[in-house]
């Protein structure tokens, strides 16, 4: 699968540069919605820290799928869970380098190290959105993790289940590349999860974030 350039010549590389907002994704029909790029340019806090508790517990490596400017992988090696960041976005995988974490910048559906075998994998922030394809992310996610493996997502609250347009818009109007994006609650989330032999293990919420955790199961369930 092929990305557009989005995320790598856009306001979202000044935002990680600078660790500074206002930031959104624009939507085709001209909606906005907002990108907390102040949180994800700190350090690993609130809501975070579920995520981190429950991949320190697995003792395995963790796979950051999007991981931005690093937080996540930064606080997860600071535990001394060895954790592998993947973002396209190399101003995001520099910062990430910076703070002492280990990234590599590629697409989630390029060639990654130890496909089949990673322990647990994180898609925070927003990130089960990439490619605007859920179905074809989370067949991915299972690809990558080994059986019995840990999917960590975040999803966005109620019963939505959308595929939008958007661009990436900075606080002075300018918009990157137009792309696709997806936007699920938890129920779309595992239904979806389920086709590619992913099972729901657990699911919560902790300071208005929403997350569900689905486990590798033996294959893929056609519904």
């Known amino acids: ?8 010549d856009d306001p979202f590389v000044d935002a990680v540069v600078s660790g500074r ?10 909606g906005r919605i907002p990108l907390d790029i102040e949180r994800w ?3 690993a806090a609130g809501a975070d820290h579920g995520l981190l508790r ?15 400017p690093g937080r996540l992988v930064t606080a997860l090696l600071a535990l001394g869970v060895p954790a ?3 973002d396209l976005t190399g101003a995001a995988v520099e910062r990430t380098r910076g703070l002492g974490g280990v990234a590599i910048c590629r697409s989630v559906f390029d060639r990654l190290p130890a496909e089949g075998r990673w322990g647990a994998a994180l898609l925070a922030d927003g990130n089960l959105g990439i490619g605007g394809d859920p179905a074809a992310l989370l067949r991915r996610c299972a ?3 080994a059986p019995g493996g840990l999917l960590l997502v975040e999803v966005e609250a109620g019963e939505l289940d959308e595929r939008v347009l958007v661009r990436v818009e900075g606080p002075d109007g300018r918009c990157g590349p137009e792309f696709a994006w997806a936007r699920l609650g938890a129920d779309a989330a595992v ?7 992913l099972a729901e293990a657990d699911r919560w919420t902790a300071l208005g974030r929403r997350f569900v955790a689905l486990r590798k199961t033996a294959g893929p369930h056609r519904i």
């Not at 699968?1 to 790598?8: F, G, S």
């Not at 907002?21 to 001209?30: I, K, V």
């Not at 239904?191 to 032999?197: C, F, K, L, P």
């Open 191 to 197: 239904r979806h999860a389920r086709r590619s032999g």
């Open 1 to 8: 699968m092929t990305l557009t350039a989005a995320w790598v």
């Open 41 to 43: 340019c700190g350090p």
């Open 21 to 30: 907002g206002p930031l959104w994704l624009r939507r085709a029909d001209g």
């Open 143 to 145: 690809e990558l993790l």
């Open 84 to 86: 592998l960041g993947v």
């Open 54 to 68: 429950r991949c320190a517990g697995l003792a395995e490596p963790v796979l950051d799928l999007g991981c931005g």
